[in-house]
């Protein structure tokens, strides 16, 4: 039988994700949905997180892609992710590991800490901004 049979992982099979906790990278399976990081020994979700209506959160975390549609509302204290888009309104204290894409009608209120910022013709951004690498 071959590996592909047994639903053995192949070498292939694994993705580099980046600890939200201690920024060390890791290689996992591209199924899994959540692990324990082997340096720090926290737990992390691998997950998109997509919010199509109204949410309260203290904290967002994930080394996946949050996502908020055109009809989202989220308030969070903070929010930690792989990536970011916004289409609706976000209200927090952002921390992404990926790129933040703003939609044209979005609106983001808090500080923003990113690699890399896109913004649609007309969004609404109030707070403060660090753009690129960290120091």
């Known amino acids: 039988m071959a590996a592909t049979e047994l639903n053995l992982p192949t070498p292939g099979d694994g993705a580099t994700i980046v600890c939200l906790h201690c920024g060390k990278p890791q290689v996992v399976g591209r199924k899994a949905m959540s692990i324990t990081c082997k340096h720090c020994n926290k737990s992390l979700k691998l997950e998109d997180m997509p919010f199509k209506g109204y949410e309260a959160r203290r904290v967002i975390e994930t080394c996946g892609i949050v996502t908020i549609e055109k009809k989202g509302n989220v308030v969070a204290d903070r929010i930690n992710c792989g990536g970011l888009v916004v289409r609706g309104k976000l209200k927090g204290h952002i921390h992404s590991r990926g790129p933040v894409l703003v939609g044209p009608d ?13 913004v649609g013709a007309g969004a609404m951004l109030e707070g403060h901004y660090q753009i690129g690498q960290e120091r």
């Open 106 to 118: 979005a609106e983001i209120k808090g500080d923003v800490t990113a690699p890399s910022l896109g």
